[in-house]
């Protein structure tokens, strides 16, 4: 595709114009960036070389560390590097790039955490036929088939931002190359890519969604029809960690795109981007690990292995 656009590099503003933020922001970022990458690759490591981790379960998991770690790996230098730069430069091929796979990563963990929730769904509402349902095959077509999707989506996305025109402002009012702050940027008309990008959105959003809250609802139906206490503490602890981290994922990204006021809009939406960029990639390793006795059982024969 060809742009035509005199703008050939943008400026980040970043997540806040206060200088004096800059440094604790910076502190604080790093260690965000080093316990997401820590977190999501020693959980790839462990269930890489722990056998008994070889489940579908933990199939969705490592893919879903995968695309958490790569997403961070996408964001947070440059968001590190507007807090120690006076002026925090992007080519636009190098933001039509972190766009894309910004999309791409966004959209993929949209269609794992779908994938997830139906996997829990067979599990506790058809138990004895989980390992011919949730087979190898099944999975591997599932995990690419969300890869598949996410490629596509962003490819529409930046394919559809590359066709713009940027001729004037070039300072992007944010702390990376997203969507609704290029748009603002271009001098052409841009109600047919906020169409695009809204039907997307919408679609993605509304078909996961319905997709994850039939999957919970049929399986608060068949918890109903148990009644000791054990088989409500299995499926809690079966779905728990799931549904955390679905409440974070869509929470934090729909109030990203909650537009309260014009004036506001920007800020609330640098604000809980934060969450889906930054957070959420950090909190996911530790929801899947801290109260999970499988994980915890590999870490130690992890470590008892590196010991000896």
């Known amino acids: 595709m060809e742009n035509d656009s005199s703008v050939m590099e943008f400026i980040l503003v970043g997540l ?17 960036y080093v316990v997401t990458v820590v977190g ?19 199939f969705f998991i490592f893919n879903l560390s995968f695309i958490d770690l790569c997403h961070s790996l996408v964001i947070t230098p440059k968001m590190l590097m507007n807090f120690v730069s006076e002026k925090n430069v992007i080519s636009f091929t190098e933001c039509m790039t972190q766009l894309f796979f910004f999309c791409f990563f966004v959209h993929s963990e949209c269609y794992v955490l ?39 989506g962003a490819m529409v996305h930046t394919g559809d931002m590359v066709r713009l025109s940027f001729c004037d402002s070039n300072i992007i009012s944010h702390y990376m190359c997203d969507i609704f702050p290029l748009l603002q940027l ?12 809204s039907v997307i959105v919408g679609t993605v959003g509304i078909i996961s969604s319905f997709i994850i809250f039939i999957s919970y609802a049929l399986i608060l139906s068949s918890v109903l029809h148990v009644s000791s ?18 409440g974070l994922f869509y929470g934090s990204g729909l109030f ?25 990639p950090m909190l996911n390793p530790l929801i899947y690990s801290l109260r999970n006795k499988d994980v915890k059982c590999a870490l130690k024969k992890t470590l008892k292995r590196i010991a000896n």
């Open 40 to 58: 999501n690759l020693s959980l790839i490591n462990l269930i890489c070389l722990n056998s008994h981790l070889h489940t579908p379960m933990y």
């Open 256 to 280: 990203t795109h909650l537009k309260t006021s014009p004036a506001g809009s920007m800020g609330q939406g640098k604000f809980f981007s934060v969450f889906y960029t930054n957070v959420v």
């Open 186 to 197: 271009s001098c052409s008309s841009t109600y047919a890519s906020e169409l695009v990008t």
């Open 16 to 32: 806040t114009d206060q200088s004096q933020l800059h440094l604790p922001l910076f502190f604080l970022f790093l260690l965000n």
């Open 229 to 246: 206490a054990q088989g409500w503490s299995k499926a809690f602890s079966t779905c728990g960690s799931h549904i955390v981290t679905v």
């Open 114 to 152: 779908t994938a997830m929730a139906y996997d829990r769904y067979v599990a506790i509402c058809k138990p004895l036929l989980y390992t011919v349902t949730m087979s190898s095959q099944v999975c591997s077509l599932l995990m690419f088939g969300s890869y598949v999707m996410g490629f596509a």
